[in-house]
């Protein structure tokens, strides 16, 4: 029984494997076999009245302008879940990125509040299956991460202060890796859309053999009214002007119907988890959609494209001047292509 196959059902699960549980976290930072719980605390630790083997250290503080490594790990191996908690100061303000097999570059950026659906540098829970944010603020991922020579995850902090309190635990199975097994990525993007081109790109430049399986959105709203009547496109394959998959509105893509009517929402593929609207603010939005069970396949490339729409008086589509930041997760074999540039701290706040 193999880790894939694990992971298609609970069927699998009372089957016996040769794969080796590892787990890294501040008290154990290698993840070694017998490696935890050896800080040696101080007089100023909390656990100075029990010694060596309690909780020392439980957490790290990420200090302003550096780069910590948070896992760095020698496969094949995948892995299978992490969990985050941190002051909200940190969720657009610090960049994860994980780089699989001594790449140079990462193959998922993103700031880590969006990377678990917390977008817009809010706090708020998501109850899905491969994404959940527990009260109050307990990141969880179950994305399979599979790797076959190595794992490298660092956290870059651009606060302008020292985050303290920043609490992690990286899950994964030392097990040989299918040669049908391809690599997680993802990618955050955010744009301003304009009247002239009210469309947001959610990815492009995708090069390669793969599957998408999930989106995320931290949508602002910087007018009143519908802001969701817009459609999302994925270009498949060498489509140019016209894609092979078309949706048919914002809230039928996060499989919602007819405005959602002002309900929020999350399920285990797909949810609507934050709609706020608070006096003094504009109205903000995070919606996901997981293809866990309708993995949009590609062979070659894969571009993915929303549209910002609403309504004008007279019944005709107006063209928004949305605030929109996008998640996008795929699979795809590697090398990959390079994404763009990180935008710089001041353009990732909130407004």
């Not at 519908?226 to 998959?245: N, Q, S, V």
Request: hydrophobic share 35%; net charge negative; charged share 20%.
């Amino acid at each position: 029984m193999t880790i894939s196959s694990l992971l298609t059902g609970l069927g699998g699960l009372p089957m016996l494997s040769e794969a080796e549980t590892r787990s890294i976290c501040a008290e154990n930072p290698t993840g070694e076999r017998a490696g935890g719980a050896k800080a040696i605390p101080s007089e100023r630790d909390a656990a100075s009245m029990l010694g060596e083997g309690w909780k020392v250290r439980p957490c790290i503080t990420l200090e302003p302008g550096s780069t910590t490594v948070l896992a760095d790990i020698t496969g094949p191996a995948t892995i299978q879940h992490i969990w985050i908690t941190v002051d909200p100061a940190a969720y657009r303000d610090t960049i994860l990125r994980f780089y699989w097999d001594n790449e140079e570059t990462p193959s998922i950026e993103a700031p880590l509040g969006d990377f678990f659906c917390n977008g817009h540098a809010l706090r708020y829970n998501v109850n899905s299956l491969m994404v959940a944010v527990n009260p109050v603020g307990g990141f969880n991922s179950y994305w399979p991460m599979p790797f076959r020579e190595h794992a490298l995850i660092t956290i870059e902090s651009q606060h302008a202060e020292p985050i303290r309190g920043f609490f992690y635990q990286i899950t994964y199975a030392l097990h040989e890796v299918s040669k049908d097994s391809a690599y997680l990525h993802a990618q955050w993007r955010r744009s301003m859309t304009t009247r002239a081109c009210p469309e947001h790109v959610i990815l492009d430049n995708v090069r390669g053999k793969g599957h998408y399986v999930g989106t995320f959105l931290a949508w602002t709203q910087l007018s009143n009214g519908w802001w969701g009547e817009g459609e999302i496109k994925f270009y498949l394959d060498g489509d140019e002007e016209y894609p092979t998959i078309c949706g048919t509105g914002t809230e039928d893509y996060f499989c919602g119907a007819w405005g959602f009517g002002d309900e929020t929402y999350s399920t285990p593929f797909l949810g609507y988890p934050l709609y706020r609207r608070e006096s003094g603010e504009v109205p903000r939005h995070g919606l996901y959609r997981w293809h866990v069970l309708d993995p949009i396949r590609f062979k070659q490339d894969l571009r993915v494209t929303i549209q910002a729409l609403g309504w004008w008086p007279n019944g005709k589509y107006e063209p928004l001047t949305d605030d929109i930041a996008s998640m996008a997760y795929w699979y795809q074999t590697e090398p990959h292509n390079a994404f763009p540039e990180f935008p710089p701290v001041h353009e990732r706040w909130s407004r």
